[in-house]
Every structure is written in structure tokens, then in C-alpha cells.
């Protein structure tokens, strides 16, 4: 079963360097075929213990032994701290820090698909009896 999925990527037109404090990217999963589109891990983190105020932060990709088992758009008791979500919006110091994110982010991603597809690509290794087997029983006379 082949997978795909399609990332959008939306950035500030770069400026003259020097001029500009922050680069901004957005990335936006989505047309996946045979997968999420919620493949980005947000981390959920108390940013004031006296008010309990908590902020999530995009983390990374997510593993394809994640897709099941994080949540999405929020925490829940069982994952309380970890969630997907179909987008990422950052704010870079500089425009390689930004580049060389959107290439990790493509490599990551590509990885990901592969992964997925492999999975289901399964060849019987090994067969295994546990126990008697009762279908091989031969005729015993008793003496």
C-alpha cells in the first residue's frame, strides 16, 4: 500500500540580511494518502508553575511507531505531555537556521513515508509449533 503526503511550506519573502530579527516557516501536512496528515509531535510544557500555564511547541516528526499511540490536536491522560497536529509554525534567528530545518523537515518526513510502506512489506520468517501437534497423530495398540 503505497503512501504519500503533500507539505506545504510558507515562509516570510527574505529581506535584506541583518535587517530582519526573525524568519518565519509554516508547514501544513495534508492530501495524505494512506496515512495522517497530523504527522508533527508538539511537546506540552509549564511555562509558569505558579499559574500553571502550559504551552505547547513543535517537537519533531513523528515516528511511524508514534502515529497510533499520540493523540491529536491535544494531550490526554494517557499522553499527557505529547500530541500530533498537521502543522508547525516557527520563528527562526536566521535564515539557515530556517533552511536547514525544511531540508531536516523533508528528510524526516521521506524517512517516515519509507518507513510506513516498508512495514507492510512483510516476509514470513520462521513458523513455529508450540505445544503437541494433534493433526500428526499416529495410531498407538496398546499391548
Known amino acids: 500500500m503505497a503512501r504519500s503526503i503533500r507539505l506545504r511550506f510558507s ?3 527574505s529581506g535584506t540580511v541583518g535587517t530582519i530579527q526573525g524568519y518565519r516557516l509554516q508547514v ?5 494518502v494512506n496515512m495522517p496528515n497530523e504527522i508533527f509531535v508538539y511537546r506540552v510544557q509549564t511555562v509558569d508553575p505558579d499559574t500553571g500555564e502550559q ?3 513543535f517537537q519533531n516528526i513523528t515516528p511511524a511507531r508514534e502515529l497510533e499511540e499520540l493523540p491529536i490536536n491535544g494531550t490526554t491522560v494517557d499522553s499527557p505531555l505529547l500530541f500530533r497536529k498537521d ?7 536566521s535564515l539557515c537556521e530556517l ?3 525544511r531540508d531536516l523537515i523533508i528528510k ?35 499391548a
Open 11 to 13: 515562509e516570510v519573502e
Open 28 to 32: 501544513l501536512a495534508h492530501d495524505a
Open 108 to 142: 524526516d518526513v521521506t524517512q517516515l513515508v519509507a518507513t510506513l510502506d516498508k512495514l507492510d512489506d512483510l516476509t514470513v520468517t520462521s513458523d513455529v509449533l508450540i505445544g503437541s501437534d494433534d493433526s500428526s497423530s499416529s495410531s498407538s495398540s496398546s
Open 87 to 93: 502543522f508547525i509554525d516557527v520563528i527562526f534567528q
Open 55 to 57: 504551552k505547547a511547541s
Open 99 to 101: 533552511n536547514d530545518t
